[in-house]
């Protein structure tokens, strides 16, 4: 509080102000206050990222985003300074980190040769690594060292990983988010506000759908399709049913309050994203082109790196991921409906058995 006449300590050769001018002075102190604070957040030094895993097409992306000189506002601030490239004998991985590696040590990356050499010389980091089973792994010595941490798609190559990642991210206090890209595209975006729809009550989307060896199906590129649902239809999705045929996989899951949501994934149609939202008052279809591009997830991220604050809850990713799992369950099962939390109860108890690498 700024001091009033009663309790000031001056010497007495200094005159008291007339005490109307005090709550005038205060009100400019908190002002001036609010400005200096505001000016001091937005010449705050930028942030130096690291990238861990050089084998994804989103990488060149996010470096070209990232380090543009002339990059608007919301992704300024964040420059890509150092890389570890990673990989593993996943196929999607072998045959691209190579290529990827030479265009970031081009763009003016530092290419370094491990994790701990990495977190020398960066603020935060992307960890980029396209096989999901590595996540856990190359996570863990991200949130033991307190680096704000992004995690591309999926969280992790199964959902105890996930679990555990996000359990060791709590107890270092040291924030964490993963999303699809899908998630904040305009198409996605613009049909989860739009009024005229009323309560969305269900939702269907679909897109290619490619598996790889070794993750549940899903993860690795049905993830794209199933978060969009989410991003509609918000959590409580109870149990899950999937029928799967040669090319094509059809995935429903029924949520707490009756409502539905449906994913299909194709592997053989050449067509990309779709995605109708179905309101109490209207239904809706996302625009053709409008459920593809990266900015808006870098736009997500730099917001992330500069506000510790994640977009998207840990409890809503794992139940992403939950929906998937279960998905795999049902396909053992026959196509039987699986409940959410009988997978998330078996994968809490897998991460539990885990032991920080």
């Known amino acids: 509080m700024f001091p009033t006449p009663h309790h000031r300590n001056l010497p007495s050769s200094v005159p008291a102000l007339p005490q109307r001018l005090y709550p005038m002075i205060a009100r400019f102190v908190a002002l001036a206050g609010g400005l200096i604070s505001a000016a001091a957040f937005a010449a705050a030094a930028p942030l130096r990222a690291g990238m861990i895993g050089l084998d994804t097409s989103h990488v060149p992306s996010f470096v070209k985003l990232f380090n543009d000189p002339k990059a608007a506002a919301d992704l300024a601030g964040i420059t890509i300074v150092a890389a570890y490239p990673g990989g593993t004998d996943m196929p999607a991985s072998r045959t691209r980190v190579a290529k990827f590696t030479e265009g970031v040590r081009a763009a003016g990356v530092e290419i370094v040769d491990s994790i701990p050499q990495l977190l020398e010389k960066v603020d935060v980091v992307f960890l980029e690594s396209v096989d999901g089973r590595i996540h856990w792994q190359e996570a863990a010595p991200v949130l033991k060292a ?134 109490d008052q209207a239904f809706a279809e996302a625009p053709a082109g409008s459920l593809g591009g990266y900015r808006p997830l870098c736009v997500e991220i730099a917001r992330f790196f500069k506000t510790k604050q994640a977009p998207v809850s840990a409890t809503e990713t794992l139940e992403v991921l939950a929906f998937m799992e279960a998905a795999d369950e049902s396909k053992r099962q026959g196509g039987q409906p699986v409940t959410i939390a009988s997978v998330l109860a078996k994968a809490r108890v897998a991460a539990a058995a885990k032991r920080s690498p």
């Open 146 to 279: 307190r680096k704000p941490l992004w995690i591309d798609k999926p969280a992790g190559g199964t959902l105890a990983d996930a679990i555990a990642i996000y359990e060791l991210a709590a107890k270092q206090q040291t924030p964490c988010f993963s999303s699809s890209s899908l998630r904040f595209t305009p198409g996605v975006v613009d049909l989860a506000k739009k009024k005229e729809l009323g309560k969305i009550i269900g939702a269907i989307s679909w897109g290619p759908c490619d598996y790889e060896p070794g993750t549940p199906d899903l993860f690795f590129y049905g993830i794209h399709g199933v978060e969009p649902l989410f991003a509609l239809m918000g959590t409580g999705c109870e149990s899950v049913t999937r029928l799967q045929t040669k090319d094509v996989d059809v995935v429903s899951g029924v949520w707490s309050d009756g409502r539905t949501a449906t994913y299909r994934g194709f592997r053989k149609a050449k067509g990309g994203f779709g995605l109708v939202a179905f309101g």
